[in-house]
């Protein structure tokens, strides 16, 4: 694959010369097409990619730093027991169709995403909250029924996109946010079109008259648009392979910066033998964890042992917790009653870290006696059968929303199937709990406990690696949310 992608790159780089900018017109790149468009209806990052900032806004806003500023409320307050937060609201705002934002859309918005029926993906956002009062429409009072120390952070999630109850049951086809740019079109398999939004309260909000968001998931064709100038930008590649070619050409500008992403393969654990903590830790000494990031991501990605990002302040370094070692790996399924190791399958969804990782796993694995069956799915495919129906072995899947060590204390509600009292315990402190060295060593003891217990077969943390046109400026380095976010790109020199 390598080779037949760097004769292509080659090849390209001679006949396809970058086009010229056109400064009315962006094109962005995507490996993965969301499956709707609602950011407050799914569970797929790619939606918010699109949406995100550009669409859709939320009461705070997250920026490339992953701190938490002004979004449709322009400033807040926050009793001192960490109880009430009161938010006022930005003035003469409105939706893309018309409709007035005020007030009584942020209580119809959080009661929605925390109700019973709710399909939000991060309902648990929402379920702390006892009640919203509505005092003038500019002013929204939340009251929580515990303090959650990440309340404004995920206030600013696309989970909690403000949205309007004359358009919210259609937004998965035809969105309408209060964003600087407006649903145009969509055509499925191929891009996403937004123009400029001419209402929104920040002119230079919105550099481009139209936005399109191109999906392609095979590397090579992403290396070919590029080079083509059919795509301006690719801010999540999946071709690691191809950096080098664009860091020598001085058309291009790459992009490598730190993700959410934690790269894991999970295992069912509703299903024997993943119910056993030795075959989960076998499953874990069996993996290379360097050699997998050399070999499937050119060295892009840093080892982790647990599911926390490397570059937050109270990661604890656990890589070598479950160190690689196949003779160990092997011990321990001798003492799971599995000397002759067993078979399972791998479900793997289309972005390379899956595809290509996924091979290189299956070989590992073998050395151990684990026989894998490698399952190609596609992105719909995956949701609705391993992360809604259960239905799987084994998967790989990099969870890129920021700060979500939660998601293993949901338990039979999570595709996980993960059960572990005294984690459950860390997090149910860990949300009532506000001050910031307190959180951090909850996290640390957290993340310790997942370890210890190989809850999932850790692997790496996602780089970000991407490639734009060098005259692109505003673009995220980093990703400590999944966003696209256009307010601050425009065309320079």
Known sequence: MATRLTALVSALAIVLPATAVADDRLVIGMTLEPPHLDPTAGAAGAIDEVVYANLFESLTRIDESGTVVPGLAQSWSVSDDGLTYTFLLREGVQFHDGTTFDAEDVRFSLERAAAEDSTNAQKGFFTPIASIETPVPDSVVVQLEHPVGLFLFNMGS??????????????????????PYRFASRAEGDHVRLTRY????????????????????????????????????????AAPE????????????????????????????????FDDPRVRRALTHAIDRQ????????????????????????????????????????????????????????????PSYARRGGEIIQAQLAEVGVRVTLVPVEWAQWLEQVFRGFDYDMTIVSHTEPLDIGIYARGADYYFGYENDPFNAVMAELDATAEPAARNTLYAEAQRLLAEDAAAVFLFQL???????????????????????????????
């Open 242 to 273: 191809a950096l080098a070619r664009f860091e020598a050409d001085d058309r291009f500008a790459v992009i490598v910066g730190t993700t959410e992403g934690e790269t894991i393969m999970a295992v069912n654990h509703r299903r024997p033998p």
């Open 198 to 237: 001419e209402g929104y309260r920040d002119p230079e909000a919105a550099a481009f008259d139209e936005v399109v968001f191109r999906f392609i998931s095979d590397p090579a064709a992403q290396v070919a648009a590029l080079l083509a100038g059919d795509v301006d930008a690719f801010p999540n590649m």
């Open 158 to 179: 696309g989970d909690a996109a403000i949205v309007a109850p004359e358009s919210a049951d259609t937004n998965t086809t035809h969105p309408i946010g209060t964003g």
């Open 463 to 493: 780089a970000k690696t991407g490639v734009r046109d060098r005259r692109l400026d505003g673009l995220w380095l980093n990703s400590p949310i999944q966003a696209n976010d256009l307010t601050g790109v425009r065309w320079g020199e």
């Open 291 to 350: 050699a997998l990031v050399d070999a499937a991501m050119f060295g892009y990605g840093t080892p982790i042992g647990s599911h926390f990002a490397p570059h937050h302040p109270a990661h604890l370094d656990l890589a070598d917790h479950i160190p690689h070692d196949p003779e160990r790996a092997r011990a321990l399924l001798a003492e799971a009653g599995l000397a002759d190791g067993f078979e399972a399958t791998l479900a793997l969804p289309p």
